[in-house]
């Protein structure tokens, strides 16, 4: 096996569009032998021939990613994960001499069909194999995310064909796939034959375009035999290369899918293929699709799967796009590889625009300057170009694809400009995207990752730095622009998505952006006591890692949503509704490109704390494709409002759709405030001193420590001035040094160490009646600085409230994490209704899923379980209501933020795994004045300054509140 060879694959057939004949397929898929080595040196000899002695083997499923199976890991081998670094020394073209080798093979009779002509195809293999059929050798594939097709016509006989794939981990082209994912080896996608006599079609390729309502159609075929293709429900039949205008068609779009059946027919077989009419133009800095200007809603979508690694099956691919569209994403990046083409079908559709990217990543030579890096050197040039060839042969006839992407964080280089004029030369009706060459000279799209805010203004505007070439600056300032990455899903967040938005809404040279990433890359795993938790880097024992750096999705590896999902759907939302303050009248603004909006219906609701007590339909609601309109709303409507009320009107699918039922919500707008404020407490009571302590009303304090222990007779330890998290992954940034985070400096500062002193404890008679002042010094461990915090109590005797009045000294760290109040009450309380937002959680710069209304849910359900603990279920409120054991608790006051959970913070912050998370018995509650934002520092900017908590910006209301607990 010559594992240090540069070039591309050997023996395999031109590449070609996928598609299904009459002539047939036989799925190799299926049980095979397999025997993992260790190495090369250690992989046994002969195991081509055909009377080779497997019976001892073990066996594998086909496809598969070996790692995440028994057979292999009892040989050592294990799922390794890293980013950047590559897990081996950076030696190309050589890999280590300890190199998995997966040894496959399979038996398998075949039908007559395919023995006239038959090509065996490969649809993906990592890292790379030599094949033999029947004892000979049919060459190596090269190329781990893209298909290799051998001719097997002369080899295939009815009955006892040997199929052999020696498979190894690392060849010199694991230096071209350097993706930010598990390193999976395995034939890890479909292995089929496919019957193919010399007189069968080789090729096709669908030309259909679209404007100004007319569509254009022309087919190439690659065949020996004369062909016709017919669309029946168009009436057309045309001869290969004939081009026919067509006024009567739909154009394809995301929205609006429309896709026609074509068939191609020859004297031997039939093909069949869907064509979607779409052009795609660059006009004005701005990406036409049919003559329309489209902001792609985007995401980067990763193949894996928790149990099986990179082998998804088509049903839950299927329900991943499903839930994608119905959280109104309209674009997928295929990071960093061409997807299974299954995905294609499903995108071509369902409805998605596409960017398609070849499977290229080298970004582990940054590491190390940039040298040798692939594709710089000339040697790799015919790899890369072969590459790329590949990827648009293979998936030309998709009308969801409107980019070729050439690749993922490659640096700079020649080879690359290669490629891009490879693709436009195969393909000239895309464009071309890729994100590392900042001067984008050969490329149609002005791309980059993680820009913030205010670069990404500054690009709308037209007013970015220029590049050095005066030529290239020309070029690019007249690009359309993409975030091809932003708003890093790890953990709790995404912050900030309103922003970029907002941006993408404002400028029309912002033609949108993906998310990093749609899907977290946990793998299932089960403790020897058999506690399921999703593996990250490290849990394998790898001795190179990058941690939970691969834990950053919208989704959990099982495509259960987070709540950045839910966020974001509302951010991506294809409609905006503006309810009047008034409940008078309603703006519709209509995000859609084509759609008007006759496929959703819109009702609305009113609801206060006593539950739904009015509702109705909307009539009428037609605002066009980018119009906006003001309608008033039913008399009935507006009359329902009253104090602690809240309309809300939504937006659902008409009736069922591909991807959604009838009934789905598309999006929603509010007005109202729930609950009216709560009448203030005027002190009536008295403080008594009891041997317990001092008591005020239904409130009792610990004389020396100034703290309440007992409220109404449950058990209270509080409250305690906090101003820490346990980090979120966003806080604790991307440079994992403690150093450079946000959370390093909380560290640094000893904020999770904060303690407090009684300083002085009071009675007080003023003109608001008697009270209990208590003022206690809060600071950290070796340092001077202090919050020294008065709470005067008072009560009415059956409630109490506590004024707060924080006054800052010394020197603090930029940013604090909180400012709230910690109580730990017994473990009874198991229910919380708030009326507030809900029913998720909701941060500074997140949350906008969040809704105004009155919810309740027990403790647990409060809980987001992010694979490595962390900060998480914040809600805003303004009243809240502990219940459980036949006890209520009610907390209310000015807008505060609530947190509950079964464990402590320092316990949250301390766990791994979610698995480490266990309730302790008591109830830890945090009423938080201030929280500071979330932002997407664990790849990107961090928080915005609007939702920063600077010590040095507090003042008057962020340092003074009221809470009443009843
Ligand atoms: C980008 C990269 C992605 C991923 C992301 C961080 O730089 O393109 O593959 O690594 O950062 O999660």
Redesign the pocket.
């Known amino acids: 096996m010559d594992l240090s060879s540069v070039e591309p694959g050997v023996g395999t057939l031109p590449p070609r569009a996928r598609f299904r004949s009459s002539l047939g397929e036989q799925s190799l898929n299926g049980d095979w032998r397999f025997r993992l080595s260790p190495s090369l040196a250690a992989a046994p000899a002969g195991i081509e021939a055909e009377d080779y002695d497997d019976s001892d083997w073990d066996r594998i499923p086909v496809p598969s990613s070996w790692s995440l199976h028994d057979v292999a890991r009892r040989h050592g081998a294990a799922p390794i994960y890293t ?1 950047v670094q590559f897990p081996f020394p950076l030696d190309p073209p050589f890999v280590p001499d300890e190199n998995p080798i997966g040894d496959h093979r399979l038996s398998f009779d075949t039908g007559e069909e395919f023995l006239s002509g038959a090509v065996l195809r490969f649809d993906g293999i990592d890292n790379t194999a030599d094949i033999w059929l029947n004892g000979e050798l049919l060459g190596t594939t090269r190329g781990s995310r893209l298909p290799s097709e051998f001719d097997v016509s002369h080899l295939l006989r009815p009955a006892g064909n040997v199929l052999v794939a020696r498979v190894a981990q690392w060849s010199a082209t694991s230096y071209l796939e350097d ?2 994912m598990w390193w999976l080896p395995g034939i890890f996608r479909d292995v089929t034959l496919i019957a193919r006599p010399d007189s069968a079609i080789r090729d096709l390729f669908v030309h259909a375009g679209y404007s100004d309502g007319t569509g254009t159609l022309r087919v190439e075929v690659d065949s020996s035999l004369p062909a016709t293709i017919a669309v029946d429900e168009l009436g057309v039949e045309i001869a290969p290369g004939q081009t026919v205008e067509l006024d009567h068609v739909t154009g394809w779009s995301a929205e609006e899918p429309k896709l026609y059946a074509a068939t191609i027919t020859t004297d031997v077989e039939q093909i069949t293929t869907k064509i979607g009419f779409r052009t795609v133009r660059v006009v004005d800095t701005q990406v036409l699709i049919n003559d329309r200007p489209v902001v792609f809603k985007g995401v980067n979508r990763h193949e894996h799967h928790p149990d099986l690694g990179r082998v998804i099956p088509r049903s839950v691919v299927e329900s991943e796009l499903r839930l994608m569209k119905q959280h109104n994403i309209n674009a997928i990046r295929t ?2 590889y061409p997807p299974h083409p299954d995905l294609l079908d499903l995108a071509d559709e369902l409805g998605f625009y596409v960017i398609d990217e070849c499977d290229l990543e080298t970004h582990g030579f940054g590491m190390n300057e940039w040298r040798r890096n692939p594709v710089a050197e000339p040697e790799w040039r015919p790899a890369l170009v072969e590459r790329m060839t590949r990827m648009v042969n293979r998936d030309k006839n998709h009308p969801s694809i409107f980019c070729w992407s050439l690749g ?2 490659c640096g700079t280089g020649d080879n690359l400009k290669a490629m891009a004029e490879t693709a436009r030369a195969i393909d000239g009706s895309r464009l071309i995207h890729y994100e590392g060459d900042w001067d984008s000279s050969y490329v149609d799209l002005y791309s980059r ?1 993680y820009a913030a805010v205010d670069e990404v203004e500054k690009i709308g505007q037209g007013v970015e730095d220029q590049t050095t070439d005066p030529a290239a600056d020309a070029h690019r300032r007249a690009l359309p622009f993409i975030l091809c ?1 932003y708003v ?1 899903a ?1 953990g709790n967040g995404p912050g900030g998505m309103t922003e970029y938005m907002e941006l993408f809404d404002k400028y029309p040279r912002l033609v949108g952006g993906f998310v ?2 749609w899907l977290e890359h946990g793998i299932r795993t089960h403790t020897d006591d058999g506690r399921e938790y999703f593996a990250y880097g490290g849990d394998f024992g790898e001795p190179v890692h990058d941690g939970n ?1 691969v834990i ?1 999705g919208l989704v959990s590896a099982d495509r259960e949503p987070r709540p950045g999902l839910i966020d974001l759907k509302k951010v991506y939302e294809p409609v905006k509704l503006e309810v009047a303050e008034d409940w008078s009248t309603l703006t519709v603004t209509n995000k859609y490109a084509f759609s008007g909006l006759d496929h959703l219906r819109f009702d609305w609701a009113a609801e206060d704390a006593e539950g739904r007590y009015a509702a109705g339909v909307l009539p009428g609601v037609a605002v066009g494709a980018g119009d906006r309109a003001t309608l008033a709303l039913p008399p009935e409507a507006t009359a329902a409002r009253h104090d602690g009320a809240v309309l809300t009107v939504t937006a659902r699918l008409a009736k069922d759709t591909a991807w959604a039922s009838e009934g789905h919500e598309i999006t929603w707008g509010q007005a109202g405030s729930p609950a009216a404020a709560a009448p203030p407490v005027t002190g009536d009571v008295p403080v008594e001193h009891t041997d317990a302590g001092l008591r005020l009303g239904p409130a009792l304090f610990d004389a020396a420590t100034g703290r309440l222990v007992d409220f109404g007779g449950a058990v209270v330890d509080g409250p305690r001035l906090n101003i820490w998290r346990a980090p979120t992954d966003n806080d604790n940034g991307m440079d994992h040094s403690v150093r450079r985070r946000v959370s390093g400096g909380w560290e640094r500062a000893r904020l999770d160490k904060f303690a407090g002193r009684l300083a002085t404890i009071a009675e007080v008679h003023d003109d608001a009646g008697p009270g209990l002042v208590i003022t206690t010094r809060y600071a950290a461990p070796s340092f001077d600085r202090f919050i020294d915090t008065t709470v005067t109590w008072r009560s009415d005797g059956r409630r109490v409230t506590a004024e707060v009045a924080l006054e800052l000294s010394g020197e603090w760290p930029p940013n604090l994490a909180r400012i709230g109040l910690d109580f730990a009450l017994d473990g009874g309380y198991d229910r919380l209704a708030w009326a507030g937002l809900g029913p998720g959680q909701q941060y500074p710069d997140t949350g906008q899923a969040a809704r105004l209304g009155y919810f309740s849910a027990s403790v647990d359900e409060l809980q987001v379980p992010y694979v490595r603990p962390q900060e998480n279920g914040s809600r805003q409120a303004k009243r809240l209501t502990l219940s459980g054991g036949g006890r209520d608790l009610t907390l209310s006051g000015d807008d505060f933020s609530f947190a509950a959970r079964p464990w402590s913070q320092a316990v949250l912050a301390a766990a791994e795994h979610a698995i480490d998370l266990e309730p302790d018995g008591r109830l830890h509650l945090t009423i938080d004045h201030r929280q500071q934002g979330i932002g997407t520092a664990s ?1 990107g900017p961090g928080v915005l300054p609007a939702y920063a908590l600077d010590p040095a910006q507090l003042n008057g209301s962020d340092l003074n509140f009221t809470l009443t607990l009843e």
């Open positions: 980013n993706q930010d990071s960093h993922n964080e990752m990455e890093h790890m990093w990433e750096f950053d790849c």
